[in-house]
């Protein structure tokens, strides 16, 4: 108590020192008597207590008692200046009597060992890691390990196979980068580390970052020839090339590639393209034009040129230098088909349509290399979109030319015959357009066929040609079944010339294809006609009324007719059992009936399960006097379905039954069922996301807090996280947050560290009161966030709640963590001094005032003003009244708006007879800005008090008056003014 509430050390010696003398619990009197040696700076007595701990250690009885001891040492010498060997010593052989991983690592961070010495640390940070079973714990050792000079790549292996194993990819990275650096640093070392520099780099693409993957293949190079890494480092070049951002980047990559296979066609192609996309001409030319000299292919040689070309097209400036080029290309190679058509392009564009239409004639007029096949083909088009506009009817004879010869490519055949028949236009050429039009119309689909296929066929209708009419309907329907006009227009054509069979085939075809049920019953009752009355066909006539009956199944009418043909056919058993088994004619109230009696007799039959069925359907009708027996049924199915171990069944059957009670206004049954049903299956997770889902959707939280809390446990991992959390957001809709605080701690025992769980928890504690546990948490919090600006914040605010609720001592420590991240910004120093005030350590916080006095020039005003009244609670808590009132002084001179200030100085200066120094504080007060009217009120109140005092009666008068004005209930001011009357 001396020691840690009242702090003071002095009497806290003495008592350790009383302890050690009876010889009761020596070992924590001697652990205390260091740790407030260390506080006083008493190095002799750290050692003496140290000494005798390890004299004790040696005498003890069990492993325990040893293990405690040693310990015990560990942290006495740790507190001794020097890291010290003899601290690590201890440390190592108590871990190896009890691998406590809480106690030594406490011990281990405590100790600052510097980060030189940090390699005299590792064998006792490896025996506590290993002996732990916290992996992540593990994970630490193995990033320290690899940060350690003279590590070796080799060593980080285990540690990215960890990290990868933990999730933590970002910690992987980070070891896989120092891999490779480990191995840079040693001659021929990368060609041990080919597995870091691959793992890296697809980590890298894996997020996007072509960057970063640029950056390591160029640092290691030297290790591209590696059969393992020379095909990913032409993956990582190709998949960067496609996309701009990262284009430089893979020109790079292609660039050093090209040192390695100049002439290697996958290298220079691509980046060939990507001097054109990056616009680097200069590039773009030299690389070209060595290519052009070192290629022996003629078709590599002509696709560099024709990259060179198509980028020098670009620009209006450089199109003289590209027909060159272009020609050049010719000159190689005349029949290329790309280089033709770019050539006629670049004519076209200016205006030279004569010399760009005999460019192309002369290509396919002749016959070398591309200019025959699918080359002569693309020519050919492009030929003819030239021509037409000049002499359409050339254009018709090198189309018909090219479409005399097979192409195999029927997009680009169907794009010559369209062209061509756009050309057809004259009376002598409606048979050749007809005949062309048929030919398309057989690739074509959708309503592109539908509209071809009629044209088609009033074009044969003028020729006179009836069977290529039909031909040409049938095509169309074949092509494009869903087209309403092709069906009229064959059904017409079927019709005028009593093609009865054809016609019935089509309308029953057009019935199953029709979505809509009056449509497609209208088309088989049509059907139905004709064969009854124009095929004498009753057999077929019933075939179509009864695919009618399933298309209309409540059509009396259709009923009506299908009897009649069955019966006329003689087939009298089959229309007695179209009636009887077709309840489609029946009205609502007779099918109820018919299927309640259906229902009654297949269970008395056994089948209870089609039962169900039928009473369902009838409940649907409105027959709500089947709701019990339903009830029963589904009750007795669930029963039997248990019995049988069909848990699937039984479980459909109680959700069927809990919602058939529920919609029928027994909402406390229903959750009953399904309650009854999870205590009998408490693992059943369907159910209980049914209800979860049930619960919340009515935001009937106490149900939902209820099902969360039993999906909690039975949940694991992340699941069991998000179960919790839910439970915890229904708990506060209730009013009861702090309920679902137990449920956050023991799911972060069984995931430490969850990030959403901790910061829940820390939300609830905060709420519930418990101000220091949610600022430990958010400690915890801060010690596992990645972003230094999130765990600075995180520290801050934590601190600030312990600065509170007064655990000061916990406050310093989460400051001095919060201050290196942010070194440029000052709060947490501020809140320092007052952490170091609040524990008595008045020389500390001292210092820290000091330290950013000496920052003063560059802060505002009311920072400044901050500082000063730090000092002076700083001086107020040494006795020295007169530095107190000194350095509110100074920090009301320098924020002459702060009210706090201003107030705080009034309170000292009337406390120390100042009244001229009170009323000039307290007219900052009522002069402020933006006013609270009370403490304007008051301070108008205090400046006539001492108005008063100094016999000053109108000033007086005048400031009660101006305090009644702000604050009219002021009953203070209401009793002075009286007083002054």
């Known amino acids: ?381 492009r030929f003819g979109d030239l021509a037409k506009k000049i002499d359409p009817s050339e254009a018709k004879k090198v189309y018909r030319q090219v479409l005399a010869a097979p192409i195999p490519d029927a997009a680009a055949r169907r794009s010559l015959q369209l062209s061509l028949l756009d050309l057809l236009s004259g009376k002598d050429e409606l048979a050749e357009r007809a005949a062309l039009s048929e030919e398309i119309l057989a690739g074509e689909s959708e309503a592109e066929a539908a509209a071809r296929a009629l044209d088609l066929a009033e074009m044969r209708t003028h020729l006179h040609d009836d069977a290529g009419t039909r031909r040409a309907l049938e095509l169309g329907r074949s092509r494009c079944p869903d087209s309403a006009d092709l069906f009229r227009c064959l059904s017409t054509y079927y019709s005028d010339r009593e093609l009865w069979p054809e016609l019935v085939e089509l309308l029953s075809r057009e019935a199953a294809r029709v979505g809509e049920v009056g449509k497609a019953s209208s088309l088989l009752h049509r059907a139905a006609h004709i064969q009854r009355d124009k095929l004498r066909d009753e057999a077929g006539a019933a075939r179509s009324l009864r695919q009618a009956m399933e298309a209309a199944p409540g059509d009396i009418e259709t009923l009506r007719e299908l009897t009649a043909s069955l019966a006329s056919s003689g087939d009298m058993a089959a229309a007695r059992s179209v009636v009887t088994d077709a309840l489609a004619g029946s009205t609502q109230e007779m099918r109820a009936d018919l299927l309640r009696l259906r229902a009654e007799l297949v269970a008395a039959g056994g089948d209870e399960a089609a039962a169900v069925a039928d009473m369902e359907e009838a409940l649907t009708l409105g027959a709500q006097d089947l709701v019990e027996p339903l009830s029963q049924s589904l009750a007795h199915i669930a029963e039997r379905a248990t019995a049988a171990g069909d848990l699937q069944a039984a479980r459909a059957a109680t959700l069927r039954l809990a919602e058939l009670v529920r919609s029928h206004g027994d909402e406390a049954q229903s959750d009953q069922i399904l309650f009854r049903w999870i205590d009998a299956n408490p693992t059943d997770r369907e159910v209980l996301q049914v209800m979860r889902i049930r619960f919340e959707a009515a935001e009937r939280w106490e149900a939902a807090v209820s099902v969360w809390s039993r999906l909690a446990q039975v949940e694991e991992g992340e699941a069991k996280a998000e179960a919790v959390l839910a439970m915890a957001n229904a708990c506060e809709k209730i009013g009861r947050g702090a309920d679902a605080i137990p449920w956050l701690k023991d799911a972060l025992h069984q995931l430490p560290g969850q990030a959403k769980l901790l910061a829940r928890l820390a939300q609830l504690l905060q709420a519930s009161g418990d101000t220091i546990e949610a600022a430990e948490l958010q400690i915890h919090m801060a010690e596992g966030e990645a972003d230094e600006g999130e765990r600075y914040r995180l520290l801050i605010r934590a601190a600030g709640a312990l600065l509170v609720g007064g655990a000061f001592p916990a406050a310093v420590q989460a400051l001095e963590k919060a201050s290196p991240l942010r070194p440029a910004e000052r709060a947490a120093r501020t809140l320092l001094i007052d952490a170091y005030i609040g524990m008595g350590d008045l020389e500390r916080g001292s210092d820290v005032l000091a330290e950013l006095l000496v ?84 301070a108008y109140l205090r400046q006539a008090r001492i108005a008063h005092k100094s016999h000053d009666k109108a000033r007086a008068i005048i400031f009660v008056k101006r305090a009644l004005q702000e604050d009219p209930d002021l009953a203070e001011a209401k009793a002075l003014l009286d007083e002054l009357k």
């Not at 520099?197 to 640029?214: E, K, N, Q």
């Not at 050539?343 to 010399?355: C, I, N, P, T």
């Not at 920052?855 to 007169?882: F, I, N, P």
């Not at 406390?911 to 009120?937: F, H, Q, S, W, Y």
């Open 1 to 381: 108590m001396s020691e840690q509430d009242l702090r003071d050390v002095a009497r806290a010696t003495a008592f350790y020192h009383r302890v050690e003398q009876t010889g009761q619990r020596v070992a924590e009197a001697l652990t205390g008597l260091a740790r407030v040696s260390l506080k006083v700076g008493d190095q002799a007595e750290q050692r003496r207590a140290a000494a005798q701990l390890r004299r004790m250690s040696q005498l003890a009885s069990n492993h325990a008692e040893k293990a405690d001891l040693l310990f015990r040492v560990a942290e006495c010498q740790f507190g001794l200046q020097g890291p010290g060997n003899e601290g690590l010593d201890a440390l190592a052989e108590a871990v190896d009597l009890s691998p406590d991983l809480t106690r030594a690592m406490a011990l281990v961070e405590a100790a600052h060992v510097p980060e030189a010495e940090l390699a005299r640390v590792m064998p006792v940070y490896e025996k506590v890691a290993r002996a732990s079973s916290d992996e992540h714990v593990l994970l630490d050792f193995y990033e320290r390990r690899a940060a350690l000079p003279g590590a070796r790549s080799e060593d980080v292996r285990d540690g990215v196979e960890l990290a990868v194993s933990l999730g933590g990819g970002a910690r992987a990275e980070k070891l896989l980068e120092r891999a490779v650096a480990l191995a840079r640093g040693v001659p021929g070392g990368l060609r041990d580390a080919i597995w870091a520099i691959l793992d890296l780099v697809r980590r890298l693409r894996g997020r996007g970052d072509f960057t970063g993957v640029t950056r390591i293949l160029e640092d290691t190079r030297e290790a591209w020839p590696n059969p393992r890494l020379a095909p990913v480092v032409r993956e990582m070049a190709r998949a960067a090339a496609e996309h701009s951002e990262s284009a430089p980047a893979a020109a790079r990559l292609f660039e050093h590639l090209r040192t390695l296979h100049p002439l290697d066609r996958e290298v220079w192609e691509p980046l060939l393209h990507l001097y054109a996309g990056l616009g680097n001409q200069a590039a773009l030319e030299s690389l070209v034009r060595e290519l052009v000299e070192k290629l022996m292919a003629r078709s590599d040689r002509n696709a560099a040129r024709m990259a060179w070309a198509k980028f020098l097209m670009g620009d209006s400036k450089t199109e003289d230098a590209a027909a060159t080029v272009l020609r050049e290309i010719l000159a190689e190679e005349p029949g290329h088909p790309e280089g033709l058509m770019l050539l006629a392009d670049l004519h076209e564009r200016r205006g030279e349509m004569s010399r760009a239409v005999a460019i192309l004639s002369e290509a396919l007029a002749g016959g070398e290399g591309a200019a025959t096949g699918a080359g002569r083909v693309s020519l050919a088009q």
């Open 855 to 938: 920052e003063s020039k560059t802060m505002r005003a009311e920072e400044l003003a901050v500082l000063y009244q730090r000092q002076a609670r700083l001086a107020a808590a040494k006795g020295d009244s007169e530095g107190q009132l000194y350095a509110l002084k100074k920090a009301l001179d320098t924020d002459r708006k702060s009210v706090a200030i201003a107030t705080e100085v009034a309170d000292l200066a009337e406390a120390a007879g100042d009244d001229e120094l009170a009323m000039r504080a307290l007219r900052v007060v009522t002069a402020n800005p933006i006013k609270d009217a009370k403490a304007c009120a008051v």
